[in-house]
């Protein structure tokens, strides 16, 4: 919302009539021949800014004003530029100006004006008008009063290839590839006259133009790169370096399909145990031959090829160093591009990449650097019949383990494997068994990758990782305040005294529990599906409990666990299911002692126990035993109302020989008596010291079940019948100690009264508690006789209707 200063100030604007507006015209042509831009200018362009986009309608400027804003665009002022460019992109040009607009057009001095153009452009003929003019522009030789122009277009035509790359013609696509192969590999090789304005290029200086220079400080030998350094840079060195920043984008919007067969010597494969820089520096006669594409496609290999080799340098700045790795990245990107466009140049240039992994894979500050190695591995390895496997070792083994804080190695690491999952199930095995790894990712920063994780965890789940992945998420707040522990275990001295966390810190360093937590931090799946002492861990990490880390870590687990069971139901057996029930059950007690984690915990399992008993009935015979233990068990009661809730509920719906034929009266008598003790021994006294009173809705749900076993079994209609009436009795009294809320009791008391009307009629108890299936899903559409029915009423009500 605008304050009320703005919001006067914009009703002004639009409320500025036109005699006005004029006389404000005159005065800001008087302020803008001004040599030096003063106060008054500034505020009268921002005024200007401001009426002509606080309208909906386009204003047009008086021509003599519309040329002065337009010769601004050029001033040494940046602050000039902006308010031109901003106030020009809000209005029409003049009446008749248009034509003479565009062919003015021979390039953009700075950003500024380049963005106005483009901003202008209404329709694809304007884009690709203004490209063609940008063009011609380009292929003039560049005279001393544009020669910054260049520089300026590319960046245009650039954007054009984000937003309406069908603009550029055949020609124009044409004509662009020959001045890139041009800027790339024939930019010159001596150092401009002027000084160096930074930016890419940081070298040492020298009094003298001389030759360029590599980062190392020796004199070049080969051709310019943006690698280069020296004391000023010409136009085409600038030319080169903008032609790189852009290349890669280029390639993968024009060159996705080749015209015609790639022409490439056949003789380059004979250089494959050749050095990189013959390589690079032979020049084939017949790449002068090749098509505009084909030769634009072989000059960036051989400019790629040149920045691997100058990468080996050692730079004699830190700042350089980072550049090196940048444009190694950039590199390694263009040669997986060139290399998909044509399968021959894979063979020349494997060798360079697998030197360059060789060379950088001990040394994890280059992890950013080895991602792209690794997806040309990925692209190209089995083409190329090289074994891939110390790749996938280093990625999915080292760097998780060592570099699981590094938030931009994980936002690239994660991005690697969402763009090519398909790839990595089919052909990369590690990278299902490496799941303990990845999840460090997942601990350390959960809000950052959550998103990636939603994504990639169904990729996780098979049939031989479910229930080692199902315990891994659910230890995950324990993994984060490991991770936590294992970091400042590097810096926090042994001897140290005092501290957050400590007892956790001598617990992590003690050998006592080191298998603990070697299992938290272990690297690849197979171990085991879990620990014994879990308990004990979850003990020692009592105090991390309360870490910002950790809790945010636990926030994401039931988003996580709600994936994991919608992918995990599409592909268990039904051995499988009856493992997850088991770890439902075992895992609703064994979790990291923080009561808003558990309670979110137990609400999914709750929800996907009903799920997977819907899906498969068998499965409460199958784990009948375990379901009544827990069921029997009067403690759950009151620390697991939720999940308790919803294994009695299960009991009560599928224990029936509808549902499976192996439900047997013992089994269902079993059932019966093992509820029928909870219920008693929740309403007959208080609960235990310190517990909460049982929520109604467990002991309505006790009574209901109870109901239904008996309505299978009708010599059970009896203990039912007396207990509903008792406690029909015992409420009349008054409160009771097991329900403080009189609403709830009466609740309770009307449950009771229901079920026991029923069970006075044991037929219609069971036709009502337990329904046939056509009535639990009913199919009336697809039925004739209740189709009939409706078809009746509608004609019926259509009798009764009466217009008025």
Known sequence: MYSHGSESLIKQAREIREPELQKFYSRLLKLLPGKEPGHETVDSLQRLHLILSATKYTRSLPPELQRRLQSLLSSQVEQLQVLCSAVLRE????????????????????????????????????LSSLCAQLLRGLESRPSEGLAHSFTHSLPVLNTVLSHGPQSLTEDHITLLSKKLVDWLRYASTMQGGGASTGGFFTGPRSRQPGPIAELDGTVSGDFFTVLCVGQGFTEDQWMNVYSFSMLRHWLLTYHSVSNGNTAVDTDDRSEVDGSVVSMVSV???????????????????????????????????????????????????????????????????????????????????????????????????????????????????????????????????????????????????????????????????????????????????????????LHSLLDL??????????????????????????????????????????????????????????????????????????????????????????????????????????????????????????????????????????????????????????????????????????VVWVLGEYLSVSRDSRCSVKLITSCFETLEVVLFEVTSSAPPPGADLPAPRVVTTLMSALAKLASRSHDLIPRVSVFLSKLRTITKGGSVPWCADEDDLVAIVTRGEELWSLLKTPGVAQSVLTPPPHVTTPQGHRDTNVAMLLQLRTLTSLTHWHPH
């Not at 950790?550 to 994936?563: E, G, M, S």
């Not at 009935?617 to 199958?622: A, E």
């Open 283 to 469: 020049t084939s006669s017949s790449s002068r031959l090749l098509p505009p594409r084909e030769r634009l496609r072989e000059k960036a290999f051989q400019y790629c090829q040149r920045l691997i080799e100058q990468s080996d340098r050692k730079a004699q700045k830190r700042s350089d160093t980072e550049l090196q790795k940048a444009c190694l990245v950039e590199a390694l990107c263009i040669l997986d591009t060139v290399c998909v466009e044509d399968a021959s140049l894979v063979y020349r240039t494997f060798p360079c990449v697998k030197a360059l992994y060789g060379r950088l894979s001990p040394d994890l500050s280059y992890a950013r650097v080895l991602l792209p190695i690794a997806q040309f591995y990925l692209n190209h390895g089995e083409m190329a019949a090289v074994d891939c496997e110390c790749v996938w070792v280093l990625l999915f083994g080292r760097f998780p383990a060592e570099l699981f804080n590094d938030p931009f190695l994980a936002h690239e690491l994660l991005r690697f494997l969402r763009q090519n999952l398909e790839d990595l199930q089919l052909r990369v095995p590690k990278y299902i068994r490496s799941f303990p790894n990845l999840l460090k990712f997942l601990a350390w920063d959960s809000p950052a990758v959550v998103e990636d994780f939603v994504d990639l965890l169904p990729s996780l789940v098979t049939a031989g990782t479910a229930i080692e992945l």
């Open 477 to 646: 707040p324990c993994l984060s305040a490991t991770l936590v522990l294992q970091l400042r275990s590097t810096y926090l001295p042994i001897s140290e005294s005092g501290g957050h966390g400590l007892p956790s810190m001598e617990a992590f360093r003690s050998p006592s529990f080191r298998g603990l937590f070697l299992f938290m931090l272990r690297g690849e799946s197979g171990s085991g599906d879990t620990i014994d002492r879990l308990s004990k861990l979850h003990e020692l990490l009592t105090g991390a409990a309360d870490w910002p880390r950790v809790i945010q870590c636990a926030q994401t687990v039931p988003v996580l666990l709600h994936v994991y069971f919608n992918t995990v139901v599409t592909i268990a057996d039904e051995k499988l299911l009856s493992h997850l029930i088991l770890v439902l059950l075992e895992r609703s007690g064994l979790l990291l002692n923080m009561p808003k984690y558990i309670k979110e915990i137990h609400r999914v399992f709750s929800c996907h126990l009903l799920r997977l008993c819907k899906l498969r009935p068998s499965l409460v015979v199958d784990q009948s035993h375990e379901l009544l233990e827990f069921a029997g068990t009067t403690a759950n009661v009151y620390s697991k109302e939720e999940m308790y809730t919803h």
């Open 91 to 126: 209005t029409l040009p003049p009446p008749g100006q248009d034509e003479n607009h565009s062919q003015d057009v021979s390039g953009p001095q700075n950003s500024h004006a380049a963005s106005l153009l483009l901003s202008q452009a209404g329709s694809r003929a304007d």
